[in-house]
């Protein structure tokens, strides 16, 4: 199936597309890329019946039409894909939610490589699956690190985080801990970025504006919303916190880390893939301490330290290094 030497790459996006853009864009270099752009039919009676038909149908037709196709989350549409007769080789890259959502559906004997973004993960893949895995490889996600750099920045005691406002990032729980920093004189500020809630926790962002309130923070608490340009907000920031009870790896700390940020990590599975122990806190009184400690530094350890956040997302979650060896393994495949 190739065409003087360029391979049939089909993708099939399941979710977002921002994680893989710069993969993508490095295949369509070298081979024959499209996506899967199934199309449905508008029918009342029976229209969800008939379109389940004619995604699979649509589905089968896009395996058998490309060399390798590659599957962006290992969710439903893979399900749909593993189950069938196979009809053509699989890629997959499982991120996150899909360990508790769809891993247990899918028919790994059928998946012919599994790219996953952490070893945590991986693990817990192992745990779901009904048949294991044919073959897997812990991937880290990549930071373009031109994109995201350092720059000079004078202590201003910014505590900076950046998320969808949502119950798992616990950014409640970080405003209470901003609450006990300032009853004890520390002068510290909170900046969120990102999306307030969703239509599934439409009360979460209603109940951080009254508690915001409450402690009489409005001054203290800064939310800023979908910011266009991160690159210049972590720019403003001096300790970024992840303070998340589940991640993939979090994207928003690797970016924070290849900016220079000063960075710390609630100890959620994963944690310990991206930032030294001396970085990850357990309890609150885990994290005001390591805030205090840091903001007592003189100002060229602080320096060193913004450096060191900065070298370990060069040595780990350099984007270019992430393209590679995940196209290494398309490649492979469609060559196979």
């Not at 999306?195 to 979460?204: E, L």
């Not at 991640?247 to 994963?270: K, V």
């Not at 602080?302 to 992430?322: L, V």
Request: one cysteine or more.
């Amino acid at each position: 199936m190739e065409v003087h030497g360029v391979s049939k790459v089909g993708i099939v996006m399941d979710g977002s597309d921002a994680f893989f853009r710069p993969i993508e864009a490095a295949l369509r270099q070298r081979h024959q890329v499209s996506r899967f752009q199934p199309r449905f039919i508008y029918a009342p009676v029976v229209g969800s019946r008939l379109n389940r038909l004619l995604l699979k149908l649509q589905l089968a037709h896009f395996l058998r039409a490309h060399d390798v196709v590659f599957f962006e989350w290992a969710s439903s549409l893979l399900v749909l894909a593993s189950n069938m007769r196979q009809i053509g080789r699989i890629v997959t890259r499982l991120h996150s939610f899909e360990v508790v959502t769809a891993a247990h559906l899918v028919n790994w004997a059928h998946v012919n490589e599994t790219i996953v973004v952490s070893r945590h993960m991986y693990r817990r893949l192992l745990d779901v699956a009904v048949v294991p895995p044919l073959s897997v490889h812990a991937i880290h996600s990549g930071v373009d690190l031109g994109r995201y750099r350092p720059t000079p920045r004078t202590f201003a005691y910014r505590i900076g985080m950046a998320c969808r406002v949502v119950p798992l990032k616990r950014v409640y729980e970080a405003i209470l801990t901003l609450a006990e920093l300032r009853k004890q004189g520390q002068p510290f500020t909170l900046h969120i970025a990102g999306k307030m809630g969703d239509k599934y926790n439409p009360r979460y962002a209603l109940a951080l504006e009254s508690l915001v309130t409450k402690l009489n923070l409005t001054d203290y608490v800064t939310f800023y919303g979908h910011v266009d340009v991160m690159q210049g907000w972590f720019g403003q920031i001096d300790i970024f916190l992840s303070n998340s009870y589940w991640e993939s790896l979090g994207m928003a700390l690797l970016e924070a880390m290849a900016s220079g940020c000063y960075c710390l990590s609630h100890c959620r599975d994963g944690a310990e893939e991206v930032l030294p122990s001396d970085n990850i806190f357990t309890t609150d009184a885990d994290l005001r301490a390591k805030l205090l400690a840091y903001a007592a530094l003189p100002q060229a350890q602080k320096q060193h330290e913004q450096e060191r956040m900065r070298a370990i997302a060069e040595e780990r979650f350099d984007e270019q290094r992430m393209v590679r060896q995940i196209i290494d393994i398309i490649e492979t495949e469609a060559a196979g």
